[in-house]
């Protein structure tokens, strides 16, 4: 049976002048929104289901922003007695319950949210990303590389979901600069704690990356004349601005340069040693 709040695959059943039917099986005949404009009887396609504002089953060809059980980074379009409206790309926009907020959202402004079906059986958002999603895990393993949605700001550092399943941390200290919420990136499990919570890096962990920047310090250095007005104690940005890495990344690789006698590191600059 097809389902709703979901992406389906249907067949056309009817194209009139009045509009495009699929056929929804069990469901019906469902009318069609955004049909293409070539839409023939017989021909089969993605389409997504909803309930549209008079609680009719909708069919759509346009893609929304979210489905049912995802994750989204959605915009406030308005606010209610209800609680919050969020634009997801379909006529009718997604209820976020004041029951189901976190914290108190504004009109206007984006959040990170989590779709699922209320009592009543209706999609609707929440903010308390941690109420359906695993802070825990015993199917990633350290070095696996994941989908990350930057969804929150702690001071340790910020909340990311993996994956769509579960949620994450990307330490302070693993950043050249700060994220913006809503953010979609790759990203690499750097640690499993012993509780199985999750500790995230942004970065790439693979050694030829590392092995990389490290090639990329000395070419810098060759070109320059052998010395370059940055050190391990240069800020983050400054670090980020000239070779897009972190500064822990930055030192790492300084350090494995200075411990191979290929450069001396001053408090200012470093600079290509004497062989």
């Known amino acids: 049976m097809p389902k709703l709040d979901q992406v389906n695959r ?30 023939k009887v017989g021909d089969s396609l993605n389409v997504f289901l909803y309930n549209d504002v008079s609680e009719q089953i909708t069919a759509t060809a346009a893609k929304p922003l979210v489905a049912l059980g995802e994750c989204a980074y959605l915009k406030v379009v308005s606010i209610n007695e209800i609680g919050a409206f969020l634009d997801w790309g ?16 504004r009109e206007g402004a984006s959040y990170v949210v989590y779709t699922y079906l209320d009592n009543s059986g209706r999609m609707v958002a929440t903010t308390m990303l941690h109420y359906h999603l695993e802070e825990t895990n015993d199917a990633l393993k350290v070095g696996d590389r ?3 949605l930057i969804a929150g700001k702690s001071d340790l550092g910020f909340k990311a979901v993996i994956n769509g399943e579960y949620l994450g941390l990307i330490y302070h200290d693993e950043l050249s600069q700060p994220l913006r919420f809503g953010s979609r990136m790759k990203g690499w499990v750097k640690n499993i704690r012993e509780d199985g919570k999750i500790d995230l890096s942004i970065n790439t962990l693979d050694t030829q990356t590392r092995d990389q920047l490290e090639l990329r310090i000395l070419k810098e250095l060759h070109q320059a004349g052998g010395r370059m007005e940055l ?11 000239v070779f897009k890495v972190s500064k822990k990344n930055f030192k790492r690789a300084l350090g494995k340069l200075y411990k191979q006698h290929d450069i001396v590191i001053h408090s200012s600059y470093i600079e290509l040693a004497e062989k």
């Open 146 to 148: 994941t989908e990350l």
């Open 231 to 241: 050190s391990d104690k240069s800020s983050p940005e400054v670090i980020f601005s």
């Open 90 to 105: 379909l006529p009718k926009d997604l209820l976020l319950p004041y029951v189901e907020q976190a914290y108190p959202v």
């Open 10 to 39: 249907l067949t056309i059943a009817s194209v009139s002048p009045k509009g495009v039917l699929v056929d929804a099986k069990e469901l019906g005949p469902v009318f069609l929104r955004e049909a293409p404009k070539d839409s």
